[in-house]
């Protein structure tokens, strides 16, 4: 399955952002979806995760009640909504898909892989 990631940009402190991860397959359904991020002279980091089936979502703690992760297998489509956003938050996001059920935090589980999208979070 081919993923692309889409909706950074430039935004204030404090304001939100939606990302998209859209799949070229229908089998989308069948696998996870995690997000994870890369600030500059940083390593990848997980930022959250949704499940096939249900879409039990987890977080890492950095972002817990700021982001929420959704799907909607009918567009194929992952959605991440980022709320009260910090500079700290500011990285190239990429999304990525596993046939795990659950989310991995670790990158080497996904088997795809979507093309980055930058977010920059300045005043």
């Known amino acids: 399955v081919q993923l692309q990631a889409s909706g950074g940009g430039l935004v204030q402190p404090g304001g939100s952002l939606r990302l998209s991860c859209a799949a070229s397959e229908r089998t989308f359904s069948l696998y996870s979806i995690g997000w994870f991020r890369q600030a500059l002279g940083k390593e990848h980091e997980f930022v959250a995760g949704i499940s096939w089936g249900v879409g039990i979502a987890n977080y890492a703690d950095s972002v817990t009640g700021r982001f929420i992760i959704s799907r909607d297998n009918t567009k194929n489509t992952v959605y991440l909504q980022m709320n009260s956003l910090k500079p700290e938050d500011t990285a190239v996001y990429y999304c990525?898909?596993?046939?795990?059920?659950?989310?991995?935090?670790?990158?080497?589980?996904?088997?795809?892989w979507g093309q980055g999208t930058q977010v920059t979070v300045s005043s």
């Open positions: 990525a898909g596993s046939k795990l059920q659950v989310p991995p935090r670790t990158q080497a589980p996904y088997d795809h």
